[in-house]
Nanobody, 130 residues
């Protein structure tokens, strides 16, 4: 059974940092792009970042580029999202997702085709206070 379990969310002041973790089980990262989406109340789901060893790519959404860093520990089947310089507008539920890579790059799937994700976690809430 495939599972993605997020952790690390919480309340932080603006300018602070958090590190999210996504522990995956039931598949390996070799054939997948794994990353993060977020959804704030009343807003559309947004691709935040992904990492793909299939095509050696990483992706960052425009709003987080330069502040967030994605990494992975393949031995632990875990993906991390280091979030620095957090802003109130980063407040959202953050979801881990995985996409089996076929035609497009991981970056393209996460930025343009969120509905095609194969697996989703249940999400972790990040709240940034001003």
């Amino acid at each position: 059974e495939v599972q993605l379990v997020e952790s690390g969310g919480g309340l932080v002041q603006a300018g602070g940092s958090l590190r999210l973790s996504c522990a995956a089980s039931g598949f390996t990262f070799d054939d997948y792009a794994v990353g993060w989406f977020r959804q704030a109340p009343g807003k559309e789901r947004e691709g935040v970042s992904c990492i793909s060893y299939v095509d050696n790519s990483t992706y960052y959404g425009e709003s987080v580029n330069g502040r967030f860093t994605i990494s992975s520990d393949n031995a632990k089947n875990t993906v991390y999202l280091q979030m620095n310089s957090l802003k109130p507008e980063d407040t959202a539920v953050y979801y881990c997702a995985a996409k089996y890579i076929t035609y497009y790059t991981g970056s393209y799937y996460f930025s343009k085709l969120p509905a095609t994700m194969d697996y989703w976690g249940k999400g972790t809430l990040v709240t940034v206070s001003s």
